[in-house]
């Protein structure tokens, strides 16, 4: 399983980025969880939403409720990070992180962990300028 992010880049406070994450080894017809994580400097690596294919629902950190949305191309395997009204505080490291198998019942701090997720892509810097 290989995951490859993109879309980061530098954006003024306010503005939008999307980010992709491309998936191969599996297709989105199998059960999987795929997360979008950051990863700010000094801090601790953070769940910001995910999707579970099990129940077709969505979870998001409440710092992120309302400005970010993810989705996803099922015929291109590709998951989105739509982020809106972004702020300097959104400026980290994203990740994409994938796990196969069913995950249902799990509530929002569990699918957002990142030790439930096996396979990692390389990160998309986004940076968000005053």
């Known amino acids: 399983v290989q995951l490859v992010e993109s879309g980061g880049g530098l954006v003024q406070a306010g503005g939008s980025l999307r980010l992709s994450c491309t998936v191969s080894?599996?297709?989105?017809?199998?059960?999987?969880?795929i997360a979008w994580f950051r990863q700010a400097p000094g801090k601790e690596r953070e769940g910001v939403s995910c999707?579970?294919?099990?129940?077709?629902?969505?979870y998001y950190a409440d710092s992120v409720k309302g400005r970010f949305t993810i989705s996803s191309d099922d015929a291109e395997n590709t998951v989105f990070l739509q982020m809106n009204s972004l702020k300097p505080e959104d400026t980290a490291v994203y990740y994409c992180?994938?796990?196969?198998?069913?995950?249902?019942?799990?509530?929002?701090?569990?699918?957002?962990?990142?030790?439930?997720?096996?396979?990692w892509g390389q990160g998309t810097q986004v940076t968000v300028s005053t």
């Open positions: 999707f579970s294919s099990a129940d077709s629902r969505r």
């Open positions: 080894g599996f297709t989105f017809d199998d059960n999987y969880a």
């Open positions: 992180a994938a796990v196969l198998g069913i995950h249902l019942g799990i509530g929002a701090r569990g699918m957002l962990r990142s030790g439930r997720y096996d396979y």
